[in-house]
């Protein structure tokens, strides 16, 4: 189903479009620049001239015109299928995300999910307060947590209105979304991000705070544990399960228990002895993604109130995760 069903289903597929490559290739010149050691690097907008926007030309016999095209007759193709089709927005250019936006459905009739990002003034979130769902960019584009707030803040105050009893308007889809910090602070729909599974692969687990009296808390940010054999933490005081405080390490044991991981082990030539967190990426995969399934159902039931009490003043005050 496209996004103009108001029947959207909670277990709904959502398909990249692609923007973000077409973005870094076409706008951001990722790839054409190369660094000291060979390394690609980005023209980033804020520090060139000016964002060249060209490709983004719908002209018949445009490679974009295309490429927008190709994905129509594929949203076209799939539909009745559960998936949801975000649209190939420009990033950081909102005009011609709206005029992308109505290109699909006049020329093709078909009706992908509205993106906006951060800065996107609010003349242009009004456009897409008739659709069900809004796609909202992430951290990310050189965008600080700080300045992110001050935008995302502005923005579910007018999605949630207090003549509304705060409540949203229309669902929100959170892109790259996966910061207990922004996860908390406003009411979404739903959120994507990849950022669990790289930890992962890194060492990391989300490892929820614990008291005798409240037991595993998924209102206060999680502490991030490296379990990693290989981890250059090791070596380092309190970045690494091994070096971690009492306190810290009991609240790990006590997660691990709760998800049946063990620590795990390695042989001499480093491999997997026994499956566990300090020996393999899926253990460490299965413990984070059981985290965040943890957090959201440990948050309200969709649809829910703004907390107005966090964003009212516009004001953000965090609390990091910790890392130890």
């Known amino acids: 189903m496209d996004s103009g069903d108001k029947k959207i289903h909670s277990e709904s597929i959502f398909v990249d479009s692609g923007a973000y490559s077409l973005y870094n290739r076409h706008v951001r010149k990722h790839g ?35 490429f927008c095209d190709d994905y129509a007759g594929f949203m076209k193709k799939m539909q009745g299928r559960g998936l949801l089709f975000a649209n190939v927005d420009a990033i950081n250019n909102p005009e011609l995300t709206w005029q992308i936006q109505k290109f699909f459905e006049e020329e093709h009739g078909v009706r992908p999910v509205p993106v906006v990002h951060g800065r996107t003034p609010l003349k242009y979130v009004d456009r897409y307060i008739q659709y069900p769902l809004l796609g909202v960019g992430g951290l990310g584009h050189q965008e600080t947590l700080k300045t992110y707030c001050s935008w995302a803040d502005n923005l579910y105050i007018h999605l949630c209105p207090k003549e509304n009893d705060y409540l949203p308007l229309i669902r929100t889809h959170g892109f790259a979304m996966t910061s207990w910090q922004l996860l908390c602070r406003y009411p979404w729909w739903s ?65 691990l228990a709760k998800l049946g991981l063990v620590i795990g082990s390695v042989d001499s030539e480093g491999e997997v002895k026994e499956f566990g967190v300090s020996s393999h990426h899926r253990a460490r995969s299965i413990a984070n993604l059981t985290y965040l399934k943890d957090l959201e159902e440990s948050r309200p039931k969709w649809p829910y109130p703004l907390d107005v009490k966090l964003v009212a003043d516009l004001t953000v005050k965090f609390q990091r995760p910790g890392i130890l």
């Open 191 to 255: 959120v994507d991000s990849a950022t669990w599974v790289k930890l992962s692969a890194y060492g990391w687990l989300y490892v929820p705070r614990w008291t005798e009296e409240k037991g595993f808390r998924f209102d206060r940010p999680p502490m991030m544990v490296n379990f990693s054999f290989r981890s250059p933490r090791l070596s380092e005081r309190q970045r690494h399960y091994n070096n971690a405080l009492p306190t810290v390490r009991r609240a790990c044991d006590k997660w």
């Open 32 to 66: 054409q620049r190369m660094g000291r050691h060979g390394r690609e690097l980005a023209t980033l907008p804020g520090r060139s001239s000016k964002s060249d926007y060209s490709y983004y030309d719908l002209r018949a016999g445009s490679d974009f015109r295309a």
